[in-house]
């Protein structure tokens, strides 16, 4: 079943640009965390933080939700618990 | 509360089918200086710790949950579809008899993953030193796995990993650098 | 002195059965080194950090790091 979407390359490079962003996200995360008066480094946090939550919004349209629990909007029906799930790409 | 998200830290890509690697792996999914054990170390830690360093041991802890992912995708990915053959070959007759191809959380000799592997002693330096020691420990353990693997996707994988316990440990150390100066702290700006 | 490896000779003597490793090395990351993060350290762009597994390049530690002839991890 539903083999051959996940074969969708711009899917990868997609979720890929996500990565990169999320990963800026966390590693500028632990260094807010030992450095909270970084001014620069909060409006780097911020600036990202708007642009994972755009980034997602358009995987989201064409490939499903990617956050639990109301994070993300469902479509109909529900397609939160479709495959493939991470391990799965 | 916690959130799931769909997707993987890193783009988890393994070349082959290859269950001899997924044995080694285990010992960082169930072992002592596994992924499995440093989330709950570091989210255990966060109770009894000054409120400075509680963010960072949350957000410590919750990436741990992502590596841990990443080590189950790679188990998955170089065990799914092996014979049981191909399990008995590469070691994991023992492993099939008991599991099929379920992960486990056990090291690579076998040992199931037990709660003595985490330090709590309460004490906020005796606590952040476990943890600087934990991830050199983790990143030896992935330097030892990659010196026996010869899968370059897997080893970029692994790679990324190990470059995260160094962060982590440089972070921890600062931790220990903001309790110890805590009245002070702005000599550090 | 920050280097990413360091090596020692271990000692062998005639009867070790197995064939010496003359040169042993180990791995000395920049976390050791460092101290508390200056602020406004150089980043690598988004799409090496995700690869490189730091924002950072003053942590980065790139392995297995080159050893010097005959040098064993």
């Known amino acids: 079943m539903k083999q051959g979407q996940s074969h969708d390359q711009e899917r990868y490079s997609l979720m890929e640009k996500i990565q990169m962003v999320d990963f800026a996200l966390v590693d500028l995360t632990l260094y807010l965390d030992t450095h909270p008066e970084d001014t620069q480094a909060v409006q780097q946090f911020n600036q990202l933080a708007v642009e994972s939550r755009d980034l997602k919004t358009v995987y989201e349209q064409k490939y499903g939700p990617l956050r639990q629990y109301g994070g993300s909007f469902s479509g109909y029906p529900w397609n939160w618990a479709d495959s493939p799930w991470p391990w799965q790409l | ?189 | 002195m920050y280097t990413p490896v360091k090596c020692y000779h271990p000692y062998y003597g005639p009867y070790d059965p197995c064939p010496p490793c003359k040169t042993k090395c180990y791995q000395t990351p920049p976390n050791l080194y460092l101290g508390f993060q200056p602020m406004n350290l150089q980043q690598y762009p988004l799409q090496e950090a995700l690869y490189k597994g730091t924002l950072w390049p003053c942590l980065y530690d790139p392995y297995p790091t080159p050893v010097p002839e005959g040098g064993k991890r």
């Open chain 2, 1 to 189: 509360m916690w959130f799931y998200e769909k997707k993987l830290q890193y783009p988890v890509k393994v070349t082959e089918c290859n269950p001899r690697l997924a044995k080694y792996l285990i010992e960082q999914y169930g072992g002592a200086d596994g992924e499995l054990s440093a989330a709950l170390r570091y989210l255990n830690q966060r109770y009894t710790i000054p409120d400075k360093v509680i963010g960072l041991l949350t957000d410590i802890g919750t990436e741990e949950f992502a590596h841990l992912e990443m080590i189950a995708t790679m188990i998955y990915k170089l065990t799914k579809d092996a014979t049981p053959e191909q399990m008995k070959e590469a070691g994991l007759g023992a492993h099939y008899a008991n599991h099929d191809h379920a992960l486990y959380y056990q090291n690579a000799a076998g040992s199931p993953w037990t709660a003595t592997y985490i330090a709590a002693k309460g004490d906020p330096i005796a606590d952040l030193y476990e943890d600087i020691a934990a991830e050199e420990k983790a990143r030896a353990t992935y330097q030892w796995i990659i010196n026996m693997s010869d899968d370059p996707c897997l080893n970029d994988s692994l790679k990324f990993l190990r470059e995260r316990e160094v962060i982590h440990s440089q972070r921890f150390r600062e931790a220990v650098e903001i309790l110890k100066f805590e009245k002070d702290r702005k000599q550090f700006f």
